[in-house]
């Protein structure tokens, strides 16, 4: 598997995102144990989590326990870096909220250290601004926690360009990663995507696909990575994230899955070539 670096961590170029493991519509435990696996099996060293990541309110933090779960009984669990993210909650009900205060953040963070089962969460991420909350403050939040050595690296998420950089500056120049929405069908993270490359700072598109609903209908809803797919006689999928690679040397996608196959057809993605005219043909789609 080919890498990229996230801080000071080389990672498998396409990484996992562990949300439709534990949200609706999510399989059963074996299932996703047997998805995660077959993800380390083809050489996946980065998997992307959240304590929102769940579907009751009586199971916060279900995909953080379940991919603790799965890489305590996998040799090369281990090796894997684990994001998780906290600033986003799930109610019960279907619904998203937010709390950015700096003194929930550290608490989510000491919960999610005893669901993964470190001592240090390799990557933490502000999940998504609360505008009920100064950025300064829920970023200093982390500032906090890496100067504690509660988690070895810092993140955010759903970030714009003013927000980067205030970050990066609230942080002492350790910020190592951004996670936005990015995808054939919104493409708006493309200043975020350009300064990460200019800061060198990892750039991690979440829904790389769409969304759960849209990832099977790619291909048929974006003609030009049909065609680029048939002409590799690979998937849609995999041409997507190859285009991604395409764009930055920072970008590491975490597209989300919860079947084995999926995620193998996912990690081929490292090694599609696509020319420079096949690029600007998606870029234009």
């Known amino acids: 598997m080919k890498t990229r670096r996230i801080g000071t ?5 396409i990484g996992l995102g562990g949300m439709p493991m534990s949200i609706e519509g999510r399989p059963d435990e074996g299932r996703s144990v047997a998805t995660i696996h077959a993800a380390l099996d083809a050489g996946v060293t980065f998997i992307d989590t959240a304590d929102a990541y769940h579907l009751l309110a ?9 991919i603790a779960k799965a890489l305590a009984s996998h040799s090369a669990g281990s090796e894997v870096l684990v994001a998780t993210k906290g600033g986003h909650l799930r109610p019960g009900d279907g619904s998203w909220t937010l709390n950015g205060s700096p003194e929930y953040i550290k608490r989510a963070c000491e919960e999610s250290l005893r669901r993964l089962g470190v001592e240090s969460i390799g990557l933490y991420q502000f999940h998504r601004p609360d505008p009920k909350v100064p950025y300064e403050e829920s970023v200093g939040a982390l500032r906090d ?4 050595g509660k988690i070895q690296q810092a993140g955010i998420s759903n970030a714009t360009p003013e927000r980067i950089r205030a970050a990066n500056e609230i942080l002492g120049g350790r910020l190592v990663s951004v996670q936005n929405q990015f995808s054939p069908a919104f493409r708006s993270s493309e200043p975020e995507l350009d300064l990460c490359t200019e800061l060198g700072i990892a750039f991690l598109p979440w829904s790389p696909f769409g969304g759960i609903k849209n990832a099977a ?17 690979v998937s849609p999928q995999r041409v997507c994230l190859a285009w991604m690679l395409a764009k930055s040397p920072v970008v590491v996608p975490i597209p989300g899955s919860s079947r084995p196959e999926t995620i193998i057809d996912s990690v081929g993605a490292a090694d599609l070539a696509l020319s420079p005219a096949e690029v600007a043909e998606l870029d234009a789609a």
């Open 9 to 13: 961590v080389d990672v498998s170029s």
């Open 58 to 66: 009586t199971d916060v933090g279900h995909n953080e326990s379940l």
């Open 145 to 148: 926690l890496l100067d504690e």
């Open 217 to 233: 209908g790619l291909g048929s809803s974006y003609a030009a990575f049909n065609r680029v797919a048939e002409a590799h006689g």
